[in-house]
């Protein structure tokens, strides 16, 4: 099975916070560990977005939407991407997917849903 998966979304108050984790499935996770991974999100109605992307070496970027306010961070070795979203948003209500970049078609996972309340 090629899939990233997705966990630690959930409903929080807006200013709260959530860690987002992302792994993959055995045959994704020499994948995950070599690429540049990224975070994206879909908000209902909206298209899928790049949210925050971190290559191999560690090099992170967000889009400005999130910045100082969400921190994209990865364990290679532990095969594991991590989203530490602070300060949330109503606007930051979305189901968060991982991937590479540019993304794998066909490796799209669940996603864990955020929703964040005011």
């Known amino acids: 099975q090629l899939q990233f998966v997705e966990s630690g979304g959930g409903l929080v108050q807006a200013g709260g916070s959530l860690r987002l984790s992302c792994t993959a499935s055995a045959r994704m996770s020499s994948t995950l560990s070599v690429s540049t991974m990224a975070w994206y999100r879909r908000s209902p109605g909206g298209q899928r977005e790049l949210v925050a992307s971190?290559?191999?070496?560690?090099?992170?970027s967000q889009v400005d939407s999130v910045k100082g306010r969400f921190s994209i961070s990865r364990d290679n070795a532990k095969k594991l991407v991590n989203l530490q979203m602070d300060n949330l948003r109503d606007e930051d209500t979305a189901v968060y997917y991982c991937?590479?970049?540019?993304?794998?078609?066909?490796?799209w996972g669940q996603g864990t849903q955020v929703t964040v309340s005011t």
């Open positions: 971190i290559s191999r070496s560690g090099d992170a």
């Open positions: 991937n590479t970049v540019p993304p794998f078609r066909n490796a």
